[in-house]
């Protein structure tokens, strides 16, 4: 099915998924809202873009010590701190987002000097139709082998997740793309049907198919048009890199990029999406123009 696939690897947004103890405590407002009590050292203040990445600790009952990008909702509050401070904060989630707000200074630690992240790269891998990946025999979360050339013209929307990721605009996010894109699809009159999703864990120790299969049933997914991915761990990898995702273990969690691709039916790169967010609609609109190519 997959003639070519040319993966262009462009800037993502990173998400850097690391160490404060902390106690969640209830709250009644928002969509099944929850707000945990943390604290961290802050590693970098982004108030263009609403948020800060802190080295936090365990968070009790919600996710382990990591390194993580946050958003807050009023950038002011990032205005007299500084790169290597001590904060304590509190985390709000809610099924839909995340922020953190009342951020208070409690100290302050010597920054270490980190190694700068590889440059990003505009450079095109091609995976021919003989590409022996092409082939490869994943594993979905009934646990059969599963390969991209089971799915001759078919378009394809594939993305890289790990079912341990905690903020609901990662992976979760990635992940209600997918499910809000096959009921949009499932309700068009005349809708193609050529069409499947495939999310790719690169947690292959802790993601075995059946934790993907239970984390695919909160999704209500349709097994038909949606399969849950794992597999070797090099040959994940490889099929990252050719992906332009990026992913590197911490602790429990990975860091690591957004990436989602659209291969139309004749298994040619339609586009690729370099960030994370909302893509639903953006991905109908990709696969109805993919589904419409043969695969002869």
């Not at 707000?35 to 600790?57: W, Y």
Request: with cysteine.
């Amino acid at each position: 099915m997959l003639a070519a696939l040319f993966v262009i690897s462009l800037l993502s947004l990173t998400v850097s998924c690391r160490k404060v103890t902390v106690e969640s405590v209830p709250t009644s407002s928002g969509k099944n809202a929850q707000t945990f009590l943390a604290t961290g050292v802050i590693k970098e203040l982004r108030p263009a873009d609403k948020s800060i990445v802190i080295n936090h600790d365990a968070i009790t009952n919600y996710m382990a010590a990591m390194t993580m990008t946050f958003s807050v909702r009023n950038p002011k509050q990032l205005s007299s701190l500084s790169v290597g401070d001590q904060i304590a904060f509190e985390l709000h989630v809610t099924d839909d987002e995340s922020w953190i707000a009342k951020i208070t200074k409690t100290g302050r630690v010597e920054a270490i000097a980190e190694t700068p992240a590889a440059a990003p790269t505009n450079a095109v891998v091609c995976l021919t139709n003989t590409h022996p990946l092409l082939d490869y025999k994943f594993t979905n979360e009934f646990g059969q082998p599963v390969s991209f050339n089971d799915f001759k013209g078919r378009t394809v929307a594939f993305t890289f997740f790990f079912t341990r990721c905690p903020l609901p605009e990662y992976c979760p996010r990635l992940m209600k793309n997918f499910l809000q894109a096959s009921e949009k699809l499932r309700s068009l009159p005349d809708a193609p049907t050529n069409w499947h999703f495939l999310a790719i864990s690169f947690d292959t120790t802790f993601d075995t198919p059946a934790v993907l299969r239970n984390y695919a049933q909160r999704y209500q997914y349709d097994s038909n048009h949606w399969s849950f991915l794992t597999g070797a761990p090099d040959k994940i990898a490889e099929l990252a890199t050719a992906s332009g995702v990026t992913y590197t273990p911490d602790g429990a969690s990975f860091n690591h990029n957004f990436r989602t691709l659209v291969l139309d039916a004749a298994g040619q790169l339609q586009i690729s999406f370099p960030i994370g967010g909302d893509l639903s609609e953006m991905l109908v609109t990709e696969i109805l123009k993919a589904a419409r190519v043969s695969n002869h």
